[in-house]
C-alpha cells in the first residue's frame, strides 16, 4: 500500500471517542495496535500521518487483513466486508484531521462535513 502524504492542510491529535489514550499535542502518539491479544505495539510516533502510514505498512502488511485490533476498538475484531473499510476504520484511531476551515481554522477529517454545515447552517 502507498504511503499517504499529507496533502498540507492541518492535523490535530485532539482526542475522540474511538481514540481513548490519544495524548495531547506535542506527546508522542503511541500505536496500539495488538497482533496478539493484550500485546499492543506500542511503537511511538510523533505525528498522526506517520501513525497510520505505520498502521499500513507493519499492521495490514496481508492484503486480506480486514479486522480492527487496536486495543479498546468497539468493533470487537468483527471483520470489515472489504479491506478498504478497515483501513477507513483506522483514521479514527490516529485522529488524523486532514482538511482545516479557511474561515475558522477548525480541523476535519472530512471536507464535505464542513461544507455542508456552512450551507445549510448545521451547528
Known sequence: MPRVEDPGHLASTESSPN????????????????????????????????????????????ESETVCRWVSCNTNLRPFAKRDMALSHCWSHVNY?????????????????????????VS
Open 97 to 121: 484531521k486532514a482538511f482545516a476551515c479557511p474561515i475558522c481554522g477548525t480541523t476535519f477529517k472530512w471536507y464535505v462535513m464542513h461544507t455542508f454545515m456552512i450551507l445549510f447552517r
Open 19 to 62: 481514540a481513548p489514550s490519544a495524548p495531547g499535542p506535542g506527546k508522542p502518539l503511541p500505536c496500539l495496535w495488538a497482533a496478539d491479544p493484550g500485546t499492543p505495539c506500542l511503537r511511538l510516533f510523533n505525528d498522526p500521518l506517520e501513525l497510520y502510514n505505520h498502521l499500513t505498512e507493519a499492521h495490514f502488511v496481508d
